[in-house]
């Protein structure tokens, strides 16, 4: 399977945790981007890398998110403090640079904090 | 903020019908695509429309991009359950390399 995945599919945590999601992006791609979906909404981007650089980061990423790509290929996403309003699916995606930049999805981390 | 807002949020049908859901915004796009998402997964893309006036036909789906290039149309044939998922339409604005921005989507329920 060539396709982007994402681990852990499902992680259960107790508020004032910490959390890390990884991403495994599409080989050949080299943007990588994270969103996070919450119910009956669209996602809502969270950030993007350039290979290794991070070059947009959105309002909603808190000092307590903090995103990574050391090589320029996998990426992780680390939530520190975790509260309970960050319970969502936490969506990575792939895409090579071209102008019309189609995205190619993970299945999505979805994060429940208690 | 660029915003895209998608109508209607909710609908539900019988197999067979016609319907046409929408995706507006006060803004220009310098290319608009369509996503369908289902329970559990990540959004799948179906298409993308960079000129304005552009059609693009995808078996039953007709996906339309507005001649000024701020609204984009989903028109599905004979529904089928098949159908049945959340559809998301995601703008990128002129010059942007990076951030795509998703509406709230669409669900859509095909009842057999």
């Known amino acids: 399977d060539t396709g982007v995945s994402q681990d852990p599919r499902h992680k259960i945590t107790k508020r004032g945790q910490n959390v890390t999601f990884r991403c495994d992006p599409i080989?050949?791609?080299?943007?990588l981007y994270w969103y996070r979906q919450t119910l009956g909404q669209g996602p809502e981007f969270l950030t993007y890398?350039?290979?290794?650089?991070?070059?947009?980061k959105s309002r909603l990423l808190s000092d307590r998110f903090s995103a990574e790509r050391p090589k320029g290929s996998f990426s992780t996403l680390e939530i520190q403090r975790t509260e309970q309003g960050d319970s969502a699916m936490y969506l990575c995606?792939?895409?090579?640079?071209?102008?019309?930049?189609?995205?190619?999805f993970g299945e999505g981390s979805r994060l429940t904090v208690l | 903020t660029q915003l895209l807002e998608q109508s209607p949020q909710f609908l539900s049908i019988q197999e067979g019908e016609n319907l046409t859901v929408y995706c507006n915004s006060s803004?220009?796009?310098?290319?608009l695509q369509w996503y369908r998402q289902e329970p559990g997964e990540g959004p799948v893309l179906l298409v993308t429309?960079?000129?304005?006036?552009e059609v693009k036909k995808l078996k039953r789906l007709t996906f339309q991009f507005g001649d000024a290039r701020k609204d984009s149309s989903l028109h599905i044939t004979a529904a089928q359950p098949g159908d049945t998922g959340l559809y998301l339409c995601?703008?990128?604005?002129?010059?942007?390399?990076?951030?795509?921005?998703f509406g709230k989507g669409t669900k859509l329920s095909v009842k057999p």
């Open positions: 995606a792939s895409s090579p640079t071209v102008a019309t930049g189609e995205l190619f």
């Open positions: 080989s050949e791609h080299n943007r």
């Open positions: 890398f350039q290979n290794e650089a991070q070059l947009e």
């Open positions: 803004s220009v796009f310098s290319s």
């Open positions: 429309v960079v000129t304005g006036g």
């Open positions: 995601a703008g990128r604005s002129r010059g942007s390399q990076g951030n795509l921005i």
